[in-house]
């Protein structure tokens, strides 16, 4: 039977082979002239008629990108919201009986999957993955909404789906998911409700924006480009369509702070995150561009047709309600992603430009469409390069995901259920549930505040730790180097931190240690008792 990474290997040298042909026919063809004739057509005109076929193939791609991420775990903040939606699941209430620094909608939204079907591997991801899915005809819908181009939407939608970071983010539970599918949905309905002038839609677009809100922060953005837009609008000159909108937003966040809001909640959601180190503009800016690159084909397509349709000759006015108000959010989000205080890790900038990828799929799509049809084995070369590099990076998916499995299995040996244990929260809370073993209350929060040199010291470490069996790091937590964005104050503190938990782990008879390629596992050699 052939592995799952043998399979993706298989499959990245497939498609980096079909890039390289494309490649090698398009000399060909034009060098000996045969592409001379399709010199006015276009690769939507030459694919017009034929949009359906096409769109199965794309959905097909995309459900299969995502069934992978089903039965997947990697290194991120996911299997800490799990946990937490675990917590949930078993009566705890988020910001009272444990902290959690992000709106809880999808906290909810994982808890009731639990509810209905169990706790398992399948119900970890169920929510995300079936929005993640909803998002591919809902992305052919807005595109087709924005631009009035079926040909155009169809290649949105490609880009859409062949897109690693959002595939991986919004079909895990990364809390991506519900704000991207109802920001789309937002827009979708705001773009309907002032063409067909019912108070109803605007209504529910701000109820879908109230939800990506309270999914992620980010999500506020499409209630800030929609009232953006009609105070722009000379058509709208009306504050009725600002109120409605207002009105489905305000009506939901009613609901979640009647059963969620505390005394903690407005620090740990709003305020927490404001007390990370920041970095300066420029390093973001640097980060930002080397996230454009793990997306390339989204980024070159999406920024050309941005360009291309803002400097478009003739312009047409029939089609600016639904353009300019995507480039509204577009700018929104950039300004977000580059200005919203947060730590400069690559890979936040990374997992955040997410908010950038739809808006640039709309115009990518719209641009891939009117290049001449002669250039189509160009288009072919690229989306294969995307595919190619997408199944290499499916693989380290697949060996992180093998690694959390190992460390699952050496706790389980080293523990007894019921036991304690404490790490990173990139592998520890799905270690706890599929284990049957339990986090210390204030385990998560240690980490959460691991940047700050007050709150931070060997002796709180110690305190968490106490009763603790087994400990989980990964490559990037206790034993990683702070990026070189961050204060030379934080980066000299953070690794004389290191050294002292390090050397704390020894002293605290944390003796067993198994390494399991990025994951480290300390278990002291004896289940200790409480």
Same mark, same amino acid.
């Given at each position: 039977?052939v592995q799952?990474n043998?399979f993706?290997?298989?499959s990245?040298?497939?498609?980096f082979l079909?890039?390289?042909l494309?490649?090698l026919?398009? %000399?060909?063809?034009?060098?000996?002239?045969? !592409?001379r004739?399709?010199?006015?057509?276009?690769?939507?005109?030459?694919?017009?008629?034929n949009?359906?076929?096409?769109l199965?193939?794309? #959905?097909?791609?995309?459900?299969?990108?995502?069934?992978?991420?089903?039965?997947?775990?990697?290194?991120?903040d996911?299997? +800490?919201y799990i946990y937490?939606?675990y917590?949930?699941?078993?009566g705890?209430?988020?910001?009272v009986?444990?902290?959690?620094?992000?709106?809880?909608?999808?906290?909810?939204?994982?808890?009731?999957?639990f509810r209905?079907f169990?706790?398992g591997?399948?119900?970890?991801?169920?929510?995300?993955? %079936?929005?993640?899915?909803a998002?591919?005809?809902?992305?052919?819908?807005l595109?087709?909404?924005v631009?009035?181009?079926?040909a155009?939407?169809?290649?949105?939608?490609?880009l859409?789906?062949t897109?690693l970071?959002?595939?991986s983010l919004?079909?895990?539970?990364?809390?991506?998911?519900?704000m991207?599918?109802?920001?789309?949905?937002?827009?979708?309905?705001?773009?309907?409700g002032?063409?067909?002038?019912?108070?109803t839609?605007l209504?529910f677009?701000?109820?879908? @924006?109230?939800m990506a809100?309270?999914?992620? %922060?980010?999500?506020?953005l499409p209630?800030?480009?929609?009232i953006l837009?009609?105070?722009?609008?000379?058509?709208?000159?009306?504050?009725?369509?600002? %109120?409605?909108i207002?009105?489905?937003?305000i @009506? +939901?966040?009613a609901?979640?702070?009647?059963?969620?809001?505390s005394?903690?909640?407005v620090?740990?959601?709003?305020?927490?995150?404001?007390?990370?180190?920041?970095c300066?503009v420029e390093?973001?800016?640097i980060?930002?561009?080397?996230?454009? #690159?793990?997306?390339?084909?989204?980024?070159v397509?999406?920024?050309?047709?941005v360009?291309a349709?803002l400097?478009?000759?003739?312009?047409?006015?029939?089609?600016?309600?639904? *353009?300019?108000l995507? !480039?509204?959010?577009?700018?929104?989000?950039?300004?977000?992603?580059?200005?919203?205080?947060?730590p400069c890790?690559?890979?936040?900038?990374y997992?955040?430009?997410?908010?950038?990828?739809?808006?640039?799929?709309?115009?990518?799509?719209?641009?891939i469409?009117?290049?001449?049809?002669?250039?189509i084995?160009?288009?072919?070369?690229?989306v294969?390069?995307?595919?190619?590099?997408?199944?290499?990076?499916?693989?380290?998916?697949y060996s992180?995901?093998?690694?959390?499995?190992?460390?699952?299995s050496?706790v389980?040996?080293?523990?007894n259920?019921?036991d304690?244990? +404490?790490g990173?929260p990139a592998?520890?809370?799905?270690?706890?549930?599929l284990?049957?073993?339990?986090?210390?209350?204030d385990?998560?929060e240690?980490?959460?505040?691991?940047f700050?040199?007050?709150n931070?010291s060997?002796?709180?470490?110690s305190?968490?730790?106490?009763?603790v069996?087994?400990?989980?790091?990964?490559n990037?937590?206790? *034993?990683?180097?702070?990026p070189?964005?961050?204060? @030379?104050?934080?980066?000299?503190?953070?690794?004389?931190?290191?050294?002292?938990i390090?050397g704390?782990?020894?002293?605290?008879?944390?003796? *067993?240690?198994?390494?399991?390629?990025?994951?480290?596992?300390?278990?002291?050699?004896?289940?200790?008792?409480?």
């Amino acid at each position: 039977m052939v592995q799952l990474n043998e399979f993706l290997a298989a499959s990245r040298d497939f498609f980096f082979l079909a890039a390289i042909l494309s490649c090698l026919l398009w %000399l060909a063809f034009s060098y000996g002239g045969a !592409l001379r004739r399709f010199k006015r057509l276009s690769i939507g005109g030459a694919l017009r008629g034929n949009e359906g076929r096409i769109l199965v193939l794309v #959905f097909a791609f995309g459900v299969v990108l995502r069934l992978f991420y089903l039965l997947t775990f990697s290194f991120n903040d996911e299997p +800490f919201y799990i946990y937490a939606a675990y917590q949930v699941f078993l009566g705890h209430q988020p910001y009272v009986d444990f902290f959690f620094s992000q709106p809880p909608l999808d906290l909810i939204l994982t808890a009731l999957v639990f509810r209905l079907f169990g706790v398992g591997v399948v119900q970890f991801h169920l929510m995300p993955f %079936l929005l993640s899915v909803a998002s591919l005809p809902l992305m052919y819908l807005l595109s087709r909404r924005v631009l009035g181009d079926g040909a155009g939407a169809v290649f949105s939608t490609l880009l859409f789906s062949t897109s690693l970071l959002l595939g991986s983010l919004t079909a895990t539970n990364n809390l991506y998911s519900t704000m991207t599918f109802m920001s789309m949905l937002s827009l979708w309905l705001f773009l309907d409700g002032v063409k067909k002038e019912r108070p109803t839609l605007l209504f529910f677009a701000g109820i879908a @924006a109230s939800m990506a809100f309270w999914s992620r %922060l980010f999500g506020i953005l499409p209630l800030a480009c929609e009232i953006l837009f009609l105070a722009w609008s000379q058509r709208q000159r009306s504050i009725r369509p600002v %109120l409605h909108i207002a009105g489905g937003f305000i @009506a +939901f966040s009613a609901v979640v702070l009647l059963f969620f809001y505390s005394p903690n909640f407005v620090y740990q959601v709003f305020l927490h995150h404001s007390k990370f180190p920041d970095c300066y503009v420029e390093g973001k800016l640097i980060h930002l561009l080397g996230s454009a #690159f793990k997306e390339l084909l989204v980024w070159v397509f999406g920024v050309a047709g941005v360009l291309a349709y803002l400097f478009r000759r003739p312009a047409k006015k029939k089609d600016s309600n639904g *353009s300019y108000l995507i !480039l509204f959010y577009l700018a929104l989000a950039f300004l977000a992603v580059v200005f919203v205080k947060r730590p400069c890790f690559f890979s936040h900038v990374y997992m955040h430009s997410v908010i950038l990828l739809f808006p640039l799929c709309v115009f990518g799509g719209w641009f891939i469409a009117r290049i001449p049809v002669r250039f189509i084995l160009l288009v072919v070369m690229a989306v294969s390069l995307s595919i190619s590099a997408c199944s290499d990076s499916l693989i380290d998916v697949y060996s992180q995901n093998q690694q959390v499995i190992t460390a699952v299995s050496y706790v389980q040996n080293k523990t007894n259920s019921g036991d304690l244990i +404490f790490g990173s929260p990139a592998v520890t809370g799905v270690a706890a549930i599929l284990s049957g073993r339990i986090i210390p209350p204030d385990g998560i929060e240690f980490f959460e505040n691991r940047f700050y040199a007050d709150n931070v010291s060997v002796g709180y470490f110690s305190n968490v730790t106490k009763g603790v069996a087994c400990f989980i790091d990964t490559n990037y937590q206790v *034993s990683s180097v702070v990026p070189s964005s961050f204060p @030379a104050s934080y980066t000299k503190r953070y690794e004389e931190m290191v050294i002292e938990i390090t050397g704390a782990l020894n002293q605290m008879n944390f003796t *067993s240690k198994n390494v399991m390629g990025n994951i480290v596992v300390y278990c002291r050699p004896s289940t200790p008792s409480s």
